[in-house]
C-alpha cells in the first residue's frame, strides 16, 4: 500500500527556530494577557496585511463573535449556507437569525445579486465568506450594505494574504475575522485576528476579550476570554518568515493538480481571477456525475482506497444542520445544493510532491 496522502499538514519552523522564539518565555514568565509576542505579532501582522486595527484572538470562530459583540447586532445577518459551521454558529449563538442566500456558481462566494430581496427591516448585517480564498463580489455588497445601513463582516477565514484590486482582504468590509488554525496557511497553531475599519471597535475588543474589564479594574460589561497566548504568537512569528515559501510551494502544487484535471471532462476546478493575488489555500474540484461518470463519494472512496485523503468541503450545508429542523430547505439555495453535493478538496499543503499529486490525479482519472 502506498504511503498515506493527508488532506493537509500543517506548516512548521524548525524546532530550533521556535525553541529560540520562546526562549525569553522563562525569563519573563509572561505567557499570555498581551506579552511580548502577542504585541510583535500584531505589529508584524498589520504590515504583512497592509491592516490596520488588527486584534489578535484565541481563534477564528471567537474572533467572529466577537465582531459581531463589538457591532452590537441584532436581528438578521444575511450569510451564505456554503461555508464551514463556525460561520454559521457565530451568527446563532450570538442571538440573530441566519438567512442564506445563494452562491456563485463559478467561485462558490455569496452571489450578491440575490442578497438584496432578502433584507428586511430586522437585518442588521451581511457576512460572506472568501471561500476557498476566492473574494466575493465587495464593491457590490458595499453599495447594498450602504443603501440599508447594514454592517459587513467578512469570514476571511480562508484568504490570508490574498489581495483584490491591489487591497488586501481584510480591509474590505467593516471587519474581517481571519483564522490562524493549524491547518490554514498561515497559522499560530490555533488562533485568528479580527480587523475592523474603525479604531474604536479594536479598543472595544481589547476588553471585551479580557472579560469585559476597564482600566480602572471595574468589569465594565460582560466580556469573554478570548486572548491568544504567547507560544501561540511565538509560533505565528516563525511561520510568517516562511510565508512566501509556503505560498509558492502550494502554488506550485495548485498548477500540477490544474495540468492534470483542467480538461478532465466533467471535473469542475475552482475560477481564476485576474485581480485576485491567491494564497493557494485549497484545490477543490467539483465532480459532475451525468459528465464524469460517477459521483462526487465515488470519486472520495476510491482515493481512500488508495491510502488518499481528501475531504467533502463544504458538505453539508450549514442550512441542513439538525439545529434548524428543516427550516431552510435546500431547494432555496439550489447553486449551493448542487455544489455541497459535488465537491471535493484534494490534499494540498507545503511540500506537497509532483510526484504525489500525478498518483491521486492519477486514481481520479482512472474511474
Known amino acids: 500500500m502506498d504511503e498515506k496522502v493527508l488532506v493537509t499538514r500543517s506548516s512548521m519552523p524548525s524546532f530550533e527556530e521556535y525553541a529560540e522564539e520562546i526562549k525569553p518565555l522563562w525569563e519573563t514568565r509572561w505567557i499570555t494577557n498581551s506579552g511580548v509576542k502577542h504585541r510583535e505579532l500584531e505589529k508584524e501582522l498589520c504590515r504583512y496585511l497592509n491592516a490596520e486595527n488588527l486584534n489578535l484572538c484565541v481563534n477564528g470562530h471567537q474572533a467572529l463573535e466577537a465582531i459581531i459583540e463589538v457591532f452590537g447586532l441584532k436581528g438578521e445577518a444575511v450569510t451564505t449556507p456554503f461555508t464551514f459551521t463556525s460561520t454559521t454558529n457565530s451568527i446563532v449563538r450570538k442571538g440573530l437569525k441566519p438567512v442564506f442566500c445563494d452562491i456563485r456558481e463559478d467561485d462558490f462566494t455569496i452571489d450578491a445579486d440575490k442578497i438584496e430581496p432578502l433584507i428586511t427591516e430586522k437585518t442588521s448585517a451581511i457576512i460572506p465568506v472568501h471561500v476557498y480564498g476566492n473574494i466575493c463580489q465587495y464593491e457590490k455588497i458595499q453599495k447594498i450594505a450602504d443603501k440599508y445601513g447594514l454592517k459587513v463582516i467578512y469570514d476571511a477565514a480562508h484568504a490570508f494574504g490574498v489581495t483584490v484590486d491591489g487591497m488586501g482582504a481584510g480591509s474590505l468590509g467593516d471587519a474581517s475575522m481571519f483564522s490562524f488554525h493549524a491547518t490554514k496557511v498561515f497559522h499560530t497553531i490555533e488562533g485568528g485576528c479580527a480587523i475592523f475599519k474603525e479604531r474604536k471597535y479594536y479598543d472595544r475588543l481589547n476588553q471585551y476579550k479580557n472579560f469585559g474589564l476597564g482600566e480602572d479594574g471595574e468589569i465594565d460589561f460582560a466580556g469573554s476570554n478570548v486572548k491568544m497566548n504567547e507560544f501561540a504568537a511565538a509560533m505565528g512569528l516563525c511561520n510568517l518568515r516562511h510565508i512566501e515559501q509556503s505560498v509558492a510551494s502550494r502554488k506550485r502544487a495548485v498548477l500540477r ?92 499543503y507545503e511540500g506537497l510532491s509532483n510526484e504525489t499529486i500525478d498518483r491521486i490525479c492519477g486514481v481520479i482519472k482512472s474511474l
Open 257 to 348: 493538480y490544474r495540468e492534470n484535471l483542467e480538461n478532465v471532462n466533467g471535473i469542475k476546478l475552482n475560477a481564476v481571477r485576474e485581480n485576485v493575488k491567491s494564497n493557494y489555500a485549497y484545490f477543490p474540484i467539483v465532480v459532475d456525475p451525468e459528465k464524469f461518470g460517477k459521483t462526487r463519494d465515488e470519486v472520495f472512496e476510491a482515493l481512500a482506497k488508495n491510502n488518499i485523503g481528501a475531504r467533502k468541503y463544504f458538505y453539508p450545508l450549514t442550512s441542513q444542520n439538525k439545529e434548524f429542523c428543516g427550516a431552510y430547505p435546500a431547494s432555496q439555495t439550489p447553486v449551493a445544493d448542487k455544489i455541497a453535493r459535488g465537491v471535493l478538496c484534494l490534499p494540498l
